[in-house]
Nanobody, 115 residues
Framework: VQLVESGGGMAQPGGSLRLSCAAS????????MNWVRQAPGKGPEWVSS???????LYADSVKGRFTISRDNAKNTLYLQMNSLKPEDTALYYC??????????WGQGTQVTVSS
């Protein structure tokens, strides 16, 4: 199993970034996927999820600003982040939901929002 995030970087407040997660080693199209972030000195925070059938959920902190999507043909998960705020600064992880078997995590991609 591999989950490789990319697309992180620095952005100014109000700016945008698009994260990608390239997945391999498991049946991506029938797997529920998540984005989770961890800010410095804080615990992990769930950001968004998308099920294999396309049901989408967002944390209140990102609702209306972030959009999760998936391309099953490319085995790729995305997170479009708009209207970024300094409090969005965190390491963003792509997370595979294995249901009762737990979760697989990628290595993370850093997002820094600062003026």
């Amino acid at each position: 199993v591999q989950l490789v995030e990319s697309g992180g970087g620095m952005a100014q407040p109000g700016g945008s970034l698009r994260l990608s997660c390239a997945a391999s080693g498991f049946p991506f199209s029938i797997t529920d996927m998540n984005w989770v972030r961890q800010a410095p000195g804080k615990g992990p925070e769930w950001v968004s999820s998308i099920t294999d059938t396309g049901v989408i959920l967002y944390a209140d902190s990102v609702k209306g600003r972030f959009t999760i999507s998936r391309d099953n043909a490319k085995n790729t998960l995305y997170l479009q982040m708009n209207s970024l705020k300094p409090e969005d600064t965190a390491l963003y992880y792509c997370v595979r939901d294995r249901l009762v078997l737990g979760f697989d995590w990628g290595q993370g991609t850093q997002v820094t929002v600062s003026s």
